[in-house]
């Protein structure tokens, strides 16, 4: 379970232009990323309506993009786009965290903004990395210490809504750490980007004997 009904929420709400924005600005750094590898086919896990996603598929058409996301109200949105857009890489299936059932395997997973809403957030991160192929990388950013600061004083008292939605992150229950991350996988995870202190992205590279 998550803290909110995430199909309810894409049912009802548009992504804000700063988070279209950012994911754009996110799509531009996993491509300049790829352009330095040999990557087959990629996947985002908490696609939701899949900005970064849809900017990547038109960038690389040679390469297939998955997006996964709980919410069938998004996949169907972002369906209808693909259908619309002839976007011919690009796919979307319902699936969730923390234990994915999709049996495929990638050369790139990210997970983006995502794991702040995940309970188990050891086994979920252990399931993205299961999905990865031998040799690619897992992209992700995850709930820490500052975040929950930062959080704790941006929500007001009286929006009961966003204290649902980060209910985990507030309380700490699935704060997490780089250290920790490095305990789960066993493998040392590498900043990718960050754009605060509280927002750090890490990726992380399979072995190819794993």
Same mark, same amino acid.
């Given at each position: 379970?998550?803290?909110?009904?995430?199909?309810?929420?894409?049912?009802?709400?548009?992504?804000?232009?700063?988070?279209?924005?950012?994911?754009?600005?996110?799509?531009?750094?996993?491509?300049?990323?790829?352009?330095?590898? $040999?990557?087959?086919? /990629?996947?985002?896990?908490?696609?939701? %309506?899949?900005?970064?996603?849809?900017? !990547?598929?038109?960038? *690389? =058409?040679?390469?297939?993009?998955?997006?996964?996301?709980?919410?069938?109200?998004?996949?169907?949105?972002?369906?209808?786009?693909?259908?619309?857009?002839?976007?011919?890489?690009?796919?979307?299936?319902?699936?969730?965290?923390?234990?994915?059932?999709?049996?495929?395997?990638?050369?790139?997973?990210?997970?983006?903004?995502?794991?702040?809403?995940?309970? $188990?957030?050891?086994? /979920?991160?252990?399931?993205?990395?299961? %999905?990865?192929?031998?040799?690619?990388? !897992?992209?992700?950013? *995850? =709930?820490?210490?500052?975040?929950?600061?930062?959080?704790?004083?941006?929500?007001?008292?009286?929006?009961?809504?966003?204290?649902?939605?980060?209910?985990?992150?507030?309380?700490?229950?699935?704060?997490?750490?780089?250290?920790?991350?490095?305990?789960?996988?066993?493998?040392?995870?590498?900043?990718?980007?960050?754009?605060?202190?509280?927002?750090?992205?890490?990726?992380?590279?399979?072995?190819?004997?794993?």
């Amino acid at each position: 379970m998550t803290p909110i009904d995430w199909n309810e929420h894409w049912a009802l709400h548009e992504e804000p232009e700063g988070a279209t924005q950012f994911a754009v600005e996110m799509a531009e750094r996993v491509g300049r990323f790829i352009d330095e590898r $040999d990557v087959r086919d /990629a996947a985002d896990f908490g696609c939701g %309506l899949a900005t970064t996603l849809f900017e !990547l598929a038109g960038m *690389y =058409p040679s390469i297939d993009f998955f997006g996964f996301d709980i919410a069938e109200s998004a996949i169907r949105e972002n369906r209808e786009r693909v259908e619309e857009g002839g976007h011919g890489n690009l796919f979307f299936e319902m699936d969730s965290l923390p234990a994915p059932k999709t049996l495929r395997r990638f050369d790139l997973v990210f997970c983006f903004s995502t794991l702040h809403y995940i309970k $188990d957030i050891e086994e /979920a991160i252990r399931s993205l990395f299961r %999905l990865v192929n031998p040799g690619g990388h !897992l992209i992700l950013n *995850y =709930p820490n210490l500052y975040s929950k600061k930062a959080k704790e004083k941006e929500i007001l008292p009286d929006d009961g809504y966003s204290r649902r939605r980060f209910s985990l992150l507030l309380s700490g229950e699935n704060v997490t750490s780089q250290r920790k991350i490095r305990r789960i996988l066993g493998v040392n995870p590498r900043k990718f980007y960050s754009s605060k202190m509280y927002n750090i992205y890490v990726i992380v590279r399979k072995p190819r004997s794993g």
